[in-house]
């Protein structure tokens, strides 16, 4: 025999069925807002735009934050309204206008960060 308690026995366990019943009810949209806003944050904190400035700042995670947004935005463009898209692409311009700013070297129009995208950005 296991010594090994079953998570429904554990109070701190999550209550998995429950998750699961929470996320069946949200709607895709709102799910893809929510993973796109957590980028955009992550992003801004790696490219040093938070209180803490430079404390945090590495452009190459940056980079990889900002090319993810972009590649999502990008997918679901046509699953989203402009209501949620517009801003959120707002959102990823700045970010990518902020990359070019921060980088000792910018990158060449068209190939920074989520350009693949969104075409060239000029700063």
Known sequence: ?????????????PDFEALTRDIAEVPAVEVIVTVAVNLMSAAAVKLGLTEEGD???DLDEARKLIHALAGLL???ATEISSFHAAPLKDGLKS??????EASVVPD?????PGEKYTGPVYG
């Open 1 to 13: 025999m296991s010594d090994a308690t079953p998570a429904t026995d554990n109070p701190g366990a």
């Open 55 to 57: 404390a945090h700042k």
């Open 74 to 76: 990008d997918g679901s």
């Open 95 to 100: 970010l990518q206008l902020a990359f070019r």
């Open 108 to 112: 060449e129009p068209g190939k920074g």
